[in-house]
């Protein structure tokens, strides 16, 4: 009845309660917390990626859910973690990030039935596996070619990350299509 609504709300507002989430997960079968492996950069700092988190985190209280930050292995060395956090019921899912060419995480989480989104692609795979956002860096490098194209610059060259890295394919790739459009020179720089 709106009466008892209204005294169980000022109740609630007095004694300042909040949700036990180890009870409503009993009920629910859900924790509200979704996995996050941090990325290891040793000595340095990656603006991106921790802008990406802030965000994340943020995004993620607003609906509730918080994020758990954990560390794993690279490639299939560390699905094991990823194994025990589902298992022991310490995260409903993941969002994975720092993709890599036929990164095994993808897949597996998967083949688990384990919920999960990624910033970022599996690289070289016809089909991505699940859900996923990611900057298209063939189009970003391809309109830094036409802007110095237009601005007179007749050789440009392009510096990425080892061929290895699937970012670094696509954002040549980007490259080498601009500049043999505009008819402008790629090998040997």
């Known amino acids: 009845r709106p009466d008892t609504l209204e005294r169980v ?20 079968s859900a924790v509200e917390l979704i996995g996050y492996c941090v990325p290891s950069w040793p000595n340095q700092t990656h603006l991106v990626m921790d802008q990406f988190l802030h965000a994340l985190c943020a995004a993620a209280e607003r609906t509730g859910r918080h994020i758990l930050l954990f560390t794993a ?4 060395d560390g699905m094991p973690t990823y194994d025990d956090l589902h298992a022991r019921r310490l995260v409903d899912g993941f969002v994975l990030s720092q993709t ?16 999960f989104v990624s910033f970022g692609r599996v690289w070289k795979e016809t089909t991505q596996p699940g859900a996923w956002v990611d900057v298209d ?6 309109t830094a070619v036409r802007h110095l194209h237009a601005t007179g610059r007749r050789r440009i060259a392009f510096l ?30």
């Open 73 to 76: 292995p690279g490639g299939v």
């Open 160 to 189: 990425g990350w080892p061929k290895t890295s699937g970012l670094a394919e696509d954002r040549a790739g980007g490259w080498r299509d601009a500049c043999n459009d505009l008819g402008l020179p790629t090998a040997g720089l």
């Open 9 to 28: 709300n000022r109740s609630i507002e007095l004694l300042n309660y909040r949700p036990n989430r180890n009870a409503r997960s009993l009920r629910t």
């Open 100 to 115: 890599e060419t036929h990164d095994p995480r993808h897949g597996w989480l998967k083949q688990q039935g384990i919920p």
């Open 137 to 142: 860096g063939a189009a970003g490098s391809e």
